[in-house]
């Protein structure tokens, strides 16, 4: 079943200008809050601001790889098209992908409706890197496009949420979300050596995880009894994301990294099903590119 709101036709949509910005972008996941870096990267290709690298978790290599294709608008019609449609997410799902989120439909199938400029996304010009989680040693891995046989199973093994999704194999191991252990990869950016680090977050700054809470999955998962180092990470995650957010608060005080983050807090669950909510979520985040516009433009090149 599609459902389009009512203001589907003031979405913006279009072509990204060929102009590389010099810098990485780095989005952060959090599946249906993701939307609100969707809102932030179009409203970044309406001011021609093409990033020559990106690096995405989770949703955010998904809000990522249409950034890097240059298609303004296509994340989101996609979501508010589709959120209520079985194939994407739901019984048609776990059908074809054995788990709730139909990857194969979103990265493929979906085209034929939305075409994807692989072309462009493919081009040499620009770096794009999916961050995933090696369920086998629970460390990061980071995929480059230029150098993977296949950028979409890489982007689906990074946004592979446990517990909704089955790990993906690529090559001799096995992958799911990068969110575990690397919810906010700017350490990746850093190490990359990039001057000029932009920061979309999904929660708003003041955000922190409960590290005392009990997550009853951890200690029933057959997943987690076969592969202990990621259980040790799933652990570890809420500390480490927490820690991700102080070293963040830190780094953009020194102006070495520049974040973007919701002005207010963020009511949108992982799944979320309530059209109206996902959609005022897109626009906050692009109200909020908006205002931090000027800001951006003085941390890019006047610092």
């Not at 290599?61 to 298609?71: E, K, P």
């Not at 999916?130 to 993977?148: N, Q, V």
């Not at 990074?158 to 690397?182: H, N, Q, T, W």
């Amino acid at each position: 079943m599609l459902r389009k709101s009512s203001n589907f036709n003031k979405l913006p949509n279009g072509r990204a200008s060929t102009s590389i910005t010099k810098g990485c972008l780095v989005i952060e996941g959090g599946a249906f809050r993701g939307i609100y870096a969707q809102g932030v990267a179009d409203f970044l290709m309406e001011q021609e601001l093409n990033f020559e690298c990106t690096v995405g978790c989770s949703a955010g290599a998904l809000t990522g790889m249409n950034y890097v294709s240059g298609q303004i608008g296509r994340s989101i019609n996609i979501n508010l098209t589709y959120r209520h449609d079985s194939r994407y997410v739901g019984f048609k799902a776990m059908v074809h992908n054995k788990g709730l989120i139909g990857f194969d439909f979103v990265l493929n199938r979906v085209n034929q409706f939305y075409p994807f400029d692989k072309q462009r996304f493919l081009s040499k010009d620009r770096r794009f890197i999916a961050t995933t989680t090696d369920i086998k040693t629970g460390r990061p891995c980071y995929f480059d496009k230029d150098t993977s046989l296949d950028y979409a199973l890489t982007i689906k093994a990074s946004a592979s949420m446990p517990f909704i999704s089955k790990p993906v194999i690529i090559g001799d191991s096995l992958y799911l979300d990068g969110g575990i252990v690397d919810s906010i990869p700017y350490r990746w950016a850093i190490d990359q050596g990039y001057k000029k680090i932009i920061v979309i977050r999904t929660r708003e700054t003041s955000y922190r995880k409960n590290v005392k809470k009990n997550n009853k999955l951890l200690s029933h998962s057959n997943l987690l009894k076969q592969y202990p180092a990621l259980k040790q990470a799933m652990k570890n995650r809420p500390a480490m994301y927490n820690k991700q957010c102080d070293d963040l608060t830190q780094l953009v005080e020194d102006r070495k990294v520049f974040c973007i983050s919701p002005s207010v807090p963020v009511n949108v669950g992982r799944l979320e099903g309530n059209i109206a909510k996902l959609e005022n979520l897109y626009w906050l985040g692009y109200q909020d590119a908006q205002h931090f516009f000027p800001d951006l433009n003085d941390y890019l090149y006047k610092s």
